[in-house]
């Protein structure tokens, strides 16, 4: 340094100023993406947030017609058991209702 002119110094701080101010743009610039992506994230968690809220009462609300089922499957059961059916007929009705319901259950997931 002890040999540079005025000028040549004067020249050297405008070039490491320059350096410096597109140093701080890309700073800046790297600073507003990652903000744009964090938006974007948050975006989209609440999104989910919602998607699974809606599933939980989606799964609430089959929960609920399963037992309901349940209840009335019970109630049949109550009914074929004062009428005159075998057991094989009240077995074989088990199984179709309860296939009905699993294909019900998957349906709605």
């Known amino acids: 340094m002890d040999n540079l002119s005025s000028e040549e110094i004067q020249l050297r701080a405008h070039q490491i100023t320059d350096e410096s101010l597109e140093s701080m743009r890309r700073i800046l610039g790297l600073a507003s993406e990652s903000q744009d992506v964090g938006i974007k994230t948050i ?3 609440d999104e989910q947030g919602e998607q699974l809220n809606r599933i939980e009462e989606g799964l609430d609300q089959i929960n609920k017609d399963m037992r309901e089922a349940e209840k009335t499957l019970t109630e049949l059961h109550k009914c074929c058991g004062l009428c005159v059916c075998s057991r094989n007929r ?4 088990d199984i179709f209702f309860l296939s009905s319901l699993r294909l019900i259950f998957i349906h709605h997931v």
């Open 90 to 93: 009240t077995k074989n009705f």
């Open 43 to 45: 975006t989209m968690l």
